[in-house]
């Protein structure tokens, strides 16, 4: 409703792309069996020193320099005394009195990024008040069949930073284009593979809901933003970008309701999204920062930050996201449409890249992953593509030399993705290669002719659509191996004569 304003800032929980836990050397790889990857140190076992993973530190540091933030010159670890029942050690070991990273920024789209008239695309900065690290939780598993709760303390330890947003977002929309924007960057960079629907990047929104500046004259002097904040609520532990869109639509509406009825009385609380049931419901009152009993920890000295550190970091960071595209438009002269397509996603970026390596043709590789491996992926209901991109330079090849046309490698792409089959191999086993004799694609096309008079009357009596019924037959005698421009080439000359 235009009366209201909706006020949001953002919690985002990302994994780092570490081989080992933040403070020991269990393995912190997802998939492994419950409780597979844990040693004394993560169990929590007494006097079993914590031993800080560098390269947790560094990919900190990448984090600070992609999002325009202040890297501290010294960080410190501190205890988080909120009761963890899925952390051995009963506590969390964070950031907060000198996080590693302050005041950052990122630009985000606004309306999709369409351009104004002037050609500018429109843009919101969003302001970060910190990037902590700290150590995951593991997970709850709960059965309901023996009504007990189960602990898998795998993720316990794994490391990861906490981006925490200033209360600058508004619209669903703007936050979905700043998650967005956040996994193309950590991803590109190596950070965190950022895959929702395994954990490693989730989400808890803050929200609240206050009267629009001048709605209903109750506040015509001031400017937008100058009202009081409304009620405040969190959305716990999103990890899907329509759930969070829908959860924050929902719970907006849900503010919007109590305020102009009272039916409801909103409190401060932490609530769960149902994605079956399109609604939040309350988990606990949310906790203010006394709740947490945070207190330096002792076991874990200061860490210095220097410059060259920084700089190190710096210079070891893969290209960006915004640096592919302009090496696809412009040195590879993509359009920029496709340019646009593979450079805003990590997994496509990579497979164009090592296709690229085994078979130089930029604008054939682009329009394969574009159009048939999208296809494909949405077709399987994947996150990711995962591809043999020899196998898959090979087919485009294929189609590309004219050794098999493009119907018969659109179903050959389907089974390398699935089978993981050799399409040269395959090609030549199944005698699938073009039929290039002249003379049998005339003779099959004269054929089709003969046997489809009443269809052929119709061509010259003016209808043009019966032309695809005739090639399509053709096709068909020929066993789908011959280049259909050459039979359409052909069945138009002999239409014609």
């Given at each position: ?491 138009t000359k002999f239409l014609e004569e």
């Open positions: 409703m235009k009366n209201y304003e909706t006020v949001m800032g953002l919690e985002v929980h990302v994994e780092l792309a570490t081989e080992s836990k933040l403070f020991c050397a269990c393995s912190a790889k997802f998939g492994a069996e419950p409780n597979e990857n844990v040693c004394p140190a993560c169990a929590g076992m007494p006097g079993m020193p914590a031993v800080l993973n560098k390269r947790a530190v560094e990919l900190g540091i990448a984090a600070g320099l992609l999002t325009n933030s202040e890297i501290a010159n010294v960080m410190t670890f501190d205890k988080k005394n909120y009761f963890y029942p899925d952390l051995p050690t009963g506590y969390q070991i964070t950031q907060l009195y000198s996080p590693i990273c302050r005041n950052g920024s990122i630009k985000i789209p606004l309306c999709g990024g369409v351009a104004r008239s002037d050609g500018v695309v429109s843009e919101k900065i969003i302001t970060l008040k910190q990037i902590h690290i700290e150590e995951d939780a593991g997970k709850l598993v709960h059965d309901a069949r023996t009504e007990t709760t189960l602990v898998d303390f795998n993720r316990a330890g794994v490391p990861l930073i906490e981006i925490v947003s200033n209360p600058d977002f508004r619209t669903a929309e703007e936050v979905v284009a700043y998650l967005g924007k956040l996994r193309s960057l950590l991803s590109f960079a190596g950070i965190s593979d950022c895959k929702m629907q395994e954990g490693s990047m989730r989400c808890d929104v803050n929200i609240s809901v206050r009267r629009a500046a001048g709605a209903n004259g109750a506040h015509g002097a001031q400017d937008e933003g100058e009202a009081p904040l409304g009620v405040r609520t969190e959305i716990k532990n999103m990890n899907s970008l329509k759930a969070i869109a829908a959860a924050i639509r929902y719970e907006s509406q849900r503010h919007i309701d109590a305020l102009e009825t009272g039916c409801e009385t909103l409190i401060q609380e932490t609530r769960r999204w149902d994605d079956d049931k399109g609604e939040t419901f309350s988990m606990r009152g949310k906790e203010n920062l006394a709740d947490y009993r945070y207190f330096p920890n002792p076991e874990i000295m200061p860490v210095c930050i220097s410059q060259d550190w920084i700089e190190a970091v710096r210079n070891s960071m893969p290209k960006s996201s915004h640096e592919i595209y302009n090496l696809l438009t412009k040195e590879y002269n993509l359009p920029e449409y496709d340019g646009k397509i593979i450079s805003n996603n990590k997994n496509l970026a990579d497979i164009f890249e090592q296709t690229l390596k085994q078979y130089p043709s930029p604008r054939e590789i682009a329009g394969w992953i574009i159009v048939e491996l999208l296809s494909l992926q949405k077709e399987d209901n994947k996150e990711e593509i995962s591809i043999d991109c020899g196998k898959f330079a090979k087919l485009i090849e294929l189609v590309d030399n004219k050794t098999i046309n493009r119907n018969v490698g659109k179903k050959l792409l389907v089974k390398v993705f699935e089978e993981g089959i050799d399409p040269v191999s395959y090609v030549e086993e199944n005698k699938l290669g073009l039929v290039s004799d002249a003379g049998v694609i005339e003779d099959t096309v004269r054929a089709v002719l003969a046997e489809n008079g009443k269809t052929v009357e119709e061509y010259k009596a003016g209808s043009q659509k019966v032309l695809g019924f005739l090639i399509g037959q053709a096709m068909r005698k020929l066993g789908g191996k011959a280049d259909p421009a050459i039979v359409n080439s052909l069945m």
